[in-house]
């Protein structure tokens, strides 16, 4: 079974300071992976993914994430954070359809990102 | 762009009573996922269903029961509540083809508190 390690519960950063939230991962076979974000009393929205290809991914609000098949990681960054990015992250993964997948998500424990003036 | 809907946004219920919480995908999407989230916990997989049939089972309750029916919407039907079961309930949607196949679009959940 795969599992996410999110190794951050907690990143306070100032405001247009750079930010990475970790996530690991463990699976027997290759995965697809996820960053979600929750602002307060809301749903889930996705940031971005990774499903093959380039290792760098591009998400929206200007968020990035680098997959490292090596070391199982695949960790979220942002150069210049805002007030507004405030919020609780996650990172998922779900396994393809030749693994027998129905793409169901597997989430770490999220990273609460307060970005403070 | 048409999202996920989910209702009630909001439940509040007795020990031991039951509740129905309700999913309508997004257009022409035809799997739907639902997913529990206690207080300050992440997202534990329930129940998916693709088409209509049952297509994987997590860590759901005896309790619980869900089906989708023929316009796809989906229902979480929660029997026998204990105060456990108080959590954000989600449901995601997600299309079998096209270039969004393994994308989850979420919906806002229903907060369910058992009293």
């Known amino acids: 079974a795969q599992s996410v390690t999110q190794l951050d519960s907690q990143v306070p950063v100032f405001e247009e300071a750079p930010v990475e939230l970790r996530c690991n991962y463990s699976?027997?076979?290759?995965?697809?992976l996820f960053w979600y974000v929750q602002y307060p009393n809301q749903g889930l929205q996705l940031l971005l993914k990774y499903l093959s290809g380039s290792t760098l991914v591009k998400g929206i609000n200007g968020f990035e994430a680098e997959f490292n098949k090596s070391q199982t990681s695949f960790h979220l960054r942002k150069p210049s954070v805002h007030i507004s990015d405030t919020a609780e992250y996650f990172c998922?993964?779900?396994?393809?359809?030749?693994?027998?997948?129905?793409?169901?998500?597997?989430f770490g424990k999220g990273t609460l990102l307060t970005v403070n003036p | 762009a048409a999202g996920v809907i989910q209702s009630p946004r909001h439940l509040i219920k007795e020990k031991r009573e039951t509740a129905t919480l309700k999913c309508y995908p997004i257009?022409?999407?035809?799997?739907v996922y639902w997913y529990q989230q206690g207080p300050g916990q992440d997202p534990q997989f329930l129940i998916s269903f693709y088409e209509k049939m049952q297509s994987d089972k997590g860590s759901i309750p005896d309790r619980f029961s869900a089906q989708q029916f023929s316009d796809y919407h989906s229902e979480l039907n929660m029997s026998s509540l204990e105060l456990g079961d108080s959590a954000l309930y989600f449901c995601?949607?997600?299309?079998?083809?096209?270039?969004?196949?393994?994308?989850?679009?979420f919906g806002p959940g229903t907060r369910l508190t058992v009293l």
């Open positions: 257009p022409r999407h035809d799997t």
């Open positions: 699976s027997s076979v290759s995965v697809y």
């Open positions: 995601a949607s997600s299309p079998r083809q096209g270039h969004s196949y393994n994308e989850q679009f």
């Open positions: 998922a993964v779900s396994l393809p359809r030749s693994a027998g997948s129905n793409y169901k998500l597997t």
